[in-house]
């Protein structure tokens, strides 16, 4: 089942923070953000596991809440290259495929 | 680097015509995905391989098949193409369990 990801959209000025949210509806293993710019491919950012572990990197930071099924992406001080479309992928169990939520375009304008 | 290639950036095929997306990877990864991207509907999967000659169905399958024959290949097959699998299609690979995907730059198939 695809998780919900909230906003759908957020402009942002250079400098500012934005808070990417990730829920689902199922009890989750591992939640994985990605990060797509117009015209290319996603681009990993980072992966939290059930239990605490995280892989991925130190620039970016997020939480992984067991209980509620929820994640969410902190982008601080944002940069212009920021911008792109974030997308979250839910694995209930390890060793199943990503269910990947309908995105949150991010928009960081000079 | 990992490199995940697919065979074509952009195809437009007939309405019935038969289909095949290939994709490559480079780095001997036992996982291997097929999503298709529409705008306002994210990433959904249509098929994933975990070893070779392996697959199994993701969200929509409908109207695909796959087919994994070596290690670094994964094709995507519309047997009868229609219009409404208009859309790009991205391939991914990834190593192991729980670890990140590589994805390739997407082919947009127009079917007219």
């Known amino acids: 089942q695809q998780p919900v990801q909230s906003p759908q959209a957020v402009i942002l000025r250079e400098g500012e923070d934005a808070v990417i949210n990730c829920s689902s509806s199922?009890?989750?293993?591992?939640v994985h953000w990605y990060r797509q710019k117009h015209g290319e491919a996603p681009v990993f950012l980072m992966i939290?596991?059930?239990?605490?572990e995280q892989k991925g990197h130190e620039k970016i930071s997020a939480s992984f809440n067991e209980k509620k099924q929820q994640s969410s992406l902190y982008l601080t001080a944002s940069q212009l290259s920021y911008s792109g479309t974030y997308f979250c992928?839910?694995?209930?169990?390890?060793?199943?495929?990503?269910?990947f939520g309908k995105g949150t375009s991010l928009l960081v304008t000079p | 680097d990992v490199k995940v290639t697919q065979s074509s950036r952009y195809l437009v095929k007939r309405t019935g015509e038969k289909v095949f997306l290939e994709c490559v990877q480079d780095?001997?990864?036992?996982?291997m995905f097929w999503y298709r991207q529409d705008p306002g509907l994210g990433l959904r999967l249509i098929y994933f391989?975990?070893?070779?000659?392996?697959?199994e169905k993701g969200d929509i399958p409908e109207g695909y098949s796959v087919s994994r024959e070596k290690k670094e290949r994964f094709s995507l097959i519309l047997e009868s193409a229609s219009t409404n699998q208009t859309s790009m299609y991205l391939c991914?690979?990834?190593?192991?369990?729980?670890?990140?995907?590589?994805f390739g730059p997407g082919t947009r198939l127009t079917v007219l």
């Open positions: 780095m001997d990864h036992e996982n």
């Open positions: 199922k009890a989750l293993y591992s």
């Open positions: 991914a690979s990834s190593r192991g369990t729980s670890n990140q995907q590589f």
């Open positions: 391989s975990y070893d070779v000659k392996m697959k």
């Open positions: 992928g839910t694995e209930k169990n390890s060793g199943y495929a990503l269910n």
């Open positions: 939290l596991l059930k239990g605490g």
